[in-house]
Protein backbone atom coordinates (compact mmCIF):
# COMPACT_ATOMS: atom_id res chain seq x y z
CA UNK A 1 0.00 0.00 0.00
CA UNK A 2 1.70 3.65 -1.08
CA UNK A 3 1.32 6.15 1.04
CA UNK A 4 -1.22 7.89 -0.75
CA UNK A 5 -3.64 4.75 -0.50
CA UNK A 6 -2.89 4.87 3.14
CA UNK A 7 -4.29 8.51 3.54
CA UNK A 8 -7.28 7.69 1.18
CA UNK A 9 -8.53 5.10 4.19
CA UNK A 10 -7.99 7.22 6.52
CA UNK A 11 -10.19 10.03 4.91
CA UNK A 12 -12.87 7.82 4.15
CA UNK A 13 -12.51 6.07 7.76
CA UNK A 14 -13.14 10.10 8.85
CA UNK A 15 -15.94 10.82 6.29
CA UNK A 16 -17.70 7.47 7.89
CA UNK A 17 -17.00 8.82 11.40
CA UNK A 18 -18.18 12.07 10.11
CA UNK A 19 -21.22 11.04 8.76
CA UNK A 20 -22.02 8.39 11.82
CA UNK A 21 -22.15 11.37 14.10
CA UNK A 22 -24.13 13.92 11.91
CA UNK A 23 -26.50 11.23 11.21
CA UNK A 24 -28.31 11.05 15.16
CA UNK A 25 -26.10 14.13 17.02
CA UNK A 26 -25.92 13.63 20.56
CA UNK A 27 -25.84 16.46 23.21
CA UNK A 28 -22.98 17.56 25.30
CA UNK A 29 -23.35 16.54 28.54
CA UNK A 30 -21.16 16.04 31.90
CA UNK A 31 -21.76 13.28 34.78
CA UNK A 32 -20.06 12.47 37.56
CA UNK A 33 -17.34 15.47 36.80
CA UNK A 34 -16.82 13.64 33.25
CA UNK A 35 -17.14 15.71 30.48
CA UNK A 36 -18.19 14.78 26.73
CA UNK A 37 -18.46 17.34 24.21
CA UNK A 38 -19.86 16.03 21.03
CA UNK A 39 -19.43 19.11 19.27
CA UNK A 40 -15.36 19.16 19.98
CA UNK A 41 -15.46 15.83 18.90
CA UNK A 42 -17.02 16.48 15.58
CA UNK A 43 -15.07 19.64 15.28
CA UNK A 44 -11.71 17.32 15.52
CA UNK A 45 -13.15 15.06 12.86
CA UNK A 46 -13.18 18.02 10.34
CA UNK A 47 -10.01 19.59 11.49
CA UNK A 48 -8.22 15.91 10.62
CA UNK A 49 -10.37 15.57 7.75
CA UNK A 50 -8.93 18.77 6.33
CA UNK A 51 -5.51 17.97 7.88
CA UNK A 52 -5.90 15.19 5.72
CA UNK A 53 -7.28 16.40 2.31
CA UNK A 54 -4.29 18.88 2.56
CA UNK A 55 -1.55 15.50 2.59
CA UNK A 56 -3.82 13.87 -0.05
CA UNK A 57 -3.01 17.40 -2.30
CA UNK A 58 0.59 17.24 -1.98
CA UNK A 59 1.67 13.49 -2.48
CA UNK A 60 -0.71 13.97 -6.40
CA UNK A 61 1.46 15.48 -9.22
CA UNK A 62 0.29 19.18 -9.54
CA UNK A 63 1.41 21.67 -12.45
CA UNK A 64 2.84 25.48 -11.95
CA UNK A 65 1.63 27.28 -14.41
CA UNK A 66 3.62 30.25 -15.38
CA UNK A 67 4.61 33.35 -17.73
CA UNK A 68 7.33 34.86 -19.16
CA UNK A 69 7.94 38.30 -19.64
CA UNK A 70 9.76 39.78 -22.22
CA UNK A 71 11.60 43.19 -21.38
Not at 24 to 53: E, F, R
Amino acid sequence: MTTLEDLLEIKANLVLAIKTATASPKPNYSIDGQSVSWSTYLDSLWAKLNNVNAMIAAEQPFEIVSRGVAE
